[in-house]
C-alpha cells in the first residue's frame, strides 16, 4: 500500500535530489506552488528561478500573445513550458551537465469576488527522468471546488506539489500518478485533463487516462479526439452547439452510425443552431462499461479504437443522470445541447425520474434536466414480438407522467429522429458481439465495412486471431 506523504515532505524530498534542478513559471493564484520549496528549506539545490508574469502586456512580451484572447488556456500553458525549458537548458546546460532539468508552470484564474468565475487553471511539467535524453510533458486542467480565493490558492499550491512529486516517483506507473495528484486534497479539485507524452510514457495509451480520471473520481467527465489525444471542453466546446449520442458501442453498428448520422444532421437543422458552431460528442458511460462486471480496460480501449476510426470525439462519463452531464457542459456556455437517446433508454429516464420523484419533486426533477436550450432526439426500436415500431410519440410511459411528457412533446424538447433506416433496425450491439466472440460469419455485414476490417485486423472484442501450428 502506497505511504501518503505530506505535501512538505514531498517538496523536501525534491529539494533534497541533488540530481533535480527546475523553474517555476506561475500566473495567477500567486506563487503557491513555488513557495511550498521555498519553505520546507534546501531550496537552492532545485529552485533555479521563480517568476509570476501577472501583468498581460509583459507575460504577452516574454510568452507571445494568443490568439483566442485568453491567458488560461491550453496554448499558453505549451508557450509557458517552451519558453522556460529552453531558456533553462540554454544558460545552464553545460554548468550541469548531470542534471535532469524540469520546468513548471500554471496559469489559473482564482474564484473572484463576485463569484461570477468558479476558478480554473491549466498546470504542467516539462521534465527529465535523464539528463541525456529528451524531456517529458505532463500537463492538465484543474477545476477548483473551494469558495475562497485564499483556499483555491492553497488547493493549486499542494496540487503543484504533487505533480512534480509524482513525475519523479511515480512516472512508471502513470495511473498511480494520476491517484496521487489528490494527496490532501480529497473534494478540494477536479482535474478533468492530463496528457502524458515524452520518451517515458511512449508505451502510455493516453485514452486510458481519460478512463482512471474517471474511475478514480478525479472528474465526472473526460474526453479525447479521434487521434486519441486527450483533450478538453474549454479549448474546443465554448459558446458552440454539441450533440452528445450515448451508446454502449460495443462495438459500434450500422445502427449507431445511422443515429449518429440522422440525429446530428436534424440537430443542424434546428434553426436555433448556428451549423458554423456545432460539434459531436459520442459517450459512454462507466456503467456501460462495468455493465458486464468489473471495468475491463481492454474492453474500452476496443470500443475507443473503433469510434475514434470513424472520427468521433469520444466521452467517457459518469453521468448516468444526464442533468450532471448538462451541468458540466454548462460551464462551457453551450448554446443549444441535444442529446440522442435510443427510445429504450428514453424510457429508463422517464420511468425512473417519476418513480424516484413521486414525493411531489417530480416538476423539479424534469426541470434539471429539460432546461430551455436542451433538446433530446429519440432514435425508434422495434417492439418485441411485433413489426410496430416504438417512438417518443407511442412510447409508454408511466400513467402518472402522460401529461408532463405530452407537454415536453408539444414543446419540441422530445422530438423522434427523422430520416432513419428502418431496414437495420433489428441490428443490436450484444447480438453482433456474440458472433465475433464466438468466430461465426454474418456480423460484417451489421458493422460499416471499415470496422469489420478493423475488428478483424487488430482481433477486437475477442474476435479469434488465426494461429499458425508449425510441425518440425
Known sequence: MRQLLETEQKALEINLNETIYGTFAEIGAGQEVARHFFQVGAAAGTIAKTMSAYDKVYSDQIYGTEASGRYVCEARIYKMLDHEYELM??????????????????????????????????????????????????????????????????????????????????????????????????????????????????DVDNRLLSLWLVKHKLTEVAMFGPDGRNVHGSEFLYRKNVLVVRGSFRPATLVNMDMIRTSYQQFRNNPKVDTQKTFLLTEITMDNLRGQGELDERDFIDRAE?????????????????????????????????????????????????????????????????????????????????????TAQNVPVPEGVKFLYRH???????????????????????????????GESGWESQVPSKIAALIKEKCLFGYPSEKMEFEY
Not at 417 to 427: F, T
Open 306 to 390: 473503433l469510434l475514434n476510426a470513424m472520427g468521433q470525439t469520444v466521452v467517457v462519463s459518469d453521468c448516468e443522470e444526464y442533468q450532471k452531464l448538462i451541468s458540466y457542459l454548462s460551464d462551457f456556455k453551450v448554446q443549444q445541447l441535444g442529446i440522442v437517446l435510443g427510445v429504450r433508454p428514453l424510457l429508463d429516464v422517464i420511468s425512473e425520474k417519476y418513480y424516484q420523484n413521486m414525493d411531489g419533486r417530480l416538476l423539479a426533477a424534469f426541470g434539471e434536466m429539460f432546461t430551455s436550450n436542451v433538446k433530446i432526439y429519440v432514435y425508434p426500436a422495434m417492439q418485441e414480438g411485433s413489426a410496430e415500431l416504438m
Open 89 to 202: 537548458d540554454y544558460r545552464l546546460r553545460n554548468e550541469r551537465p548531470e542534471t535532469n532539468f524540469f520546468a513548471f508552470a500554471d496559469t489559473v484564474s482564482a474564484i473572484n469576488y463576485t463569484k461570477t468565475i468558479k476558478g480554473d487553471g491549466w498546470m504542467g511539467i516539462r521534465f527529465q527522468l535523464d539528463p541525456h535524453s529528451e524531456p517529458n510533458d505532463i500537463v492538465l486542467h484543474v477545476r477548483m471546488r473551494d469558495k475562497n480565493n485564499q483556499l483555491q490558492q492553497q488547493a493549486i499550491g499542494i496540487l503543484g506539489v504533487n505533480l512534480i512529486y509524482g513525475c519523479f516517483h511515480h512516472y512508471n506507473d502513470p495511473e498511480l500518478l494520476l491517484q496521487s495528484l489528490m494527496d490532501s486534497l480529497s473534494g478540494r479539485v477536479k482535474i478533468d485533463m492530463i496528457r502524458l507524452t515524452g520518451p517515458n510514457f511512449e
Open 408 to 438: 415536453l412533446l408539444d414543446n419540441q424538447q422530445i422530438e423522434d429522429v427523422e430520416g432513419y433506416k428502418p431496414d437495420i433496425l433489428h441490428i443490436f450491439s450484444k447480438d453482433v458481439l456474440v458472433k465475433i466472440q464466438a
